[in-house]
Structure formats: C-alpha cells, structure tokens
T-cell receptor, first 121, second 109 residues
Framework: GAVVSQHPSRVICKSGTSVKIECRSL??????MFWYRQFPKQSLMLMAT?????????EQGVEKDKFLINHASLTLSTLTVTSAHPEDSSFYIC?????????????????FGQGTRLTVV | GQSLEQPSEVTAVEGAIVQINCTYQ??????LSWYQQHDGGAPTFLSY????GLEETGRFSSFLSRSDSYGYLLLQELQMKDSASYFC??????????FGKGTRLHILP
C-alpha cells in the first residue's frame, strides 16, 4: 500500500534555531500534502496545504514566515520551523491523499507520516 | 466553518461494547473517518464512511448518517490495548481532513 515517510521522528533543538522536517511519498506521487500540529492531549490541527510547484496555503492563524513549506517535487514536502521557541514544541505530522490507483471506497482518505516530535529547549 | 463534536472521555469495561458518537458541521462533505492514537504515537486509520450505513472491520464498526450529520464508532469485545484516543474526522472534496477534538477511551479491567 501507499506509504508516507516522515523524518526525523524526534528532534531537540535550541531556541532560535531552525528545524526542517521532511515528508516523502514512497510509492506514489503527491501533488498535495498536508501538515498538522498536535499539542499534548489536543487534536490534530491543520496548519497548511503543501502544493507541488506552487505556494503553500496556510490555515488562519498560522504564520507563514515561521513555518516555511516547500514542495519542490512530487514526492517530497518539507516543513521548516524557523527561529524555533519552546512554545513551538509539538508533534508535527504530514499526510497525503491517496492517488487514484490507491483510492478505496472503504478508505483511508489520507496516508499519514510517522510524525515528528519537536522539543525546543 | 467546520466543526466536529465528540465526547471528551468515555470509560468502559474490558470485554464490553462502547460507542463513540460524532456530529459534524462542514461544507463540501465527502466522508467521515475514525482514527486511533496511542500516547506518543501517530494516528492510525480505523474506518471510513462516505455513504450512509454501517461499515464493519473486525471488532470495530463505523456508522454514518449524512442527513443527520452524525456518525459513530462502535468497539466490541474491548481489550485493554484499546485504551487510546479516538478521533472522528471529516474529509472534503479538496482532500482536507479536519479532526475532532478526540475521545479518550479508558478501559477498566
């Protein structure tokens, strides 16, 4: 089945530095990918839609200059948390909708990466 | 806008049956999904309904009523390992998936 690979799975960085998270579709092309953030004991909140070859679309309240998204190829989207601060510590996870060849009536409607736990110290 | 409502917590006994309800408000509705998430892990897909009715997958079943904007997840023969958070999520025609706040399921021995 379709697989989305995300790494790193865990990262600790110093306050003020930038962190890049990669999300790859391994056996299919993904023109669109989605990035979510999840704080402890909360829901997954959609941050942005990553579009191959064009600018990302950000959800209301998400700072596009802080969370840089690049989708330069059909199999790779990256999220860069710039000038990270402790309040950016969270679980970040990407997803990609299945290509037509993988769509099933019974779903799933998205393939998720394994997630990245970011801790900013 | 879009919103989903589900109970924040549910407690059940091992071996029993539990139902987690979800109501939603959204535009361009395409389907309702259910995901399981254990502490520290990524969400795991459980079930998806695009049409009205019941979908059964082993011990888990999911139901959808589009006219009522309502669905539920039914877990049977509960096991301790089913202790987790369960999220309902709506998908739209633009492939976006919006998650509910999640239901924490506690299972008592």
């Amino acid at each position: 089945g379709a697989v989305v690979s995300q790494h790193p799975s865990r990262v600790i960085c110093k306050s003020g530095t930038s962190v890049k998270i990669e999300c790859r579709s391994l056996d299919f092309q993904a023109t669109t990918m989605f990035w979510y953030r999840q704080f402890p004991k909360q829901s997954l909140m959609l941050m942005a839609t990553s579009n191959e070859g064009s600018k990302a679309t950000y959800e209301q309240g998400v700072e596009k200059d802080k969370f840089l998204i690049n989708h330069a190829s059909l199999t790779l989207s990256t999220l860069t948390v710039t000038s990270a601060h402790p309040e950016d510590s969270s679980f970040y996870i990407c997803s990609a909708p299945p290509p037509p060849s993988h769509r099933r009536r019974e779903g799933p409607e998205a393939f998720f990466g394994q997630g990245t736990r970011l801790t900013v110290v | 806008g879009q919103s989903l409502e589900q109970p924040s917590e549910v407690t059940a006994v091992e071996g029993a049956i539990v139902q987690i309800n979800c109501t939603y408000q959204t535009s361009g509705f395409y389907g309702l999904s259910w995901y399981q998430q254990h502490d520290g892990g990524a969400p795991t897909f459980l079930s998806y309904n695009a049409l009205d009715g019941l979908e059964e997958t082993g011990r888990f079943s999911s139901f959808l009523s589009r006219s009522d904007s309502y669905g539920y997840l039914l877990l049977q023969e509960l096991q301790m390992k089913d202790s987790a958070s369960y999220f309902c999520a709506v998908s739209n025609r633009d492939d976006k998936i919006i998650f509910g706040k999640g239901t924490r399921l506690h299972i008592l021995p």
